[in-house]
């Protein structure tokens, strides 16, 4: 099943038609292995909540709240800017450290604004300095970081 639906572009557009190679995005990036997900949404809609699952779960922060994306050919890496890497926040706990990764390739966006609703959704995607990614809304379940994290592992198959 193929999407209906545009692609969402988050970042910088460029007026000229060639796109930047870097960005710096309102985004909690966590790791497995050699693959991200770069979580994005607006403030209060769970980033670092979900990323905190996550690393409760074996992954590994790359950086909470802003992250700096560059493009290298067609891939994109994540990085922390250097005055918050190796912190996340936990609301009503505080920052807290983690041991970060940098230059991680970006595999997933999660949109957090958008609850998904259906059973099983139609692909999705996003265009982040003219790199198309797959694109996951929230889904309001406990399986949730489980499965993004299965995602990360073996991608999806339909």
């Not at 595999?107 to 958008?114: A, N, Y």
Request: with cysteine; glycine share 10%; charged share 15%.
């Amino acid at each position: 099943m193929s999407s209906a639906t545009p692609d969402r572009i988050f970042g910088p557009v460029s007026v000229d038609g060639a796109a930047p190679s870097t960005a710096m995005l309102h985004g909690t990036t966590v790791a497995l292995g050699t693959t991200a997900a770069l979580i994005v949404g607006e403030s209060g809609t769970g980033k670092s909540s979900l990323a905190l699952q996550l690393l409760a779960f074996g992954a590994a922060l790359v950086s909470d709240d802003q992250t700096v994306v560059t493009r290298r050919d067609d891939t994109l890496c994540a990085s922390a800017p250097p005055a918050i890497a190796g912190r996340i926040e936990a609301r009503g706990i505080g920052l807290l450290a983690a041991e970060p990764v940098s230059g991680v390739p970006i595999r997933l966006v999660i949109g957090m604004d958008t609850v998904e609703k259906d059973r099983l959704p139609p692909l999705y995607h996003c265009r982040i300095l003219g790199v198309r990614l797959p694109l996951v809304h929230r889904v309001d379940a406990t399986h949730f970081p489980a499965a993004i994290l299965q995602y990360l592992r073996g991608g999806r198959s339909a």
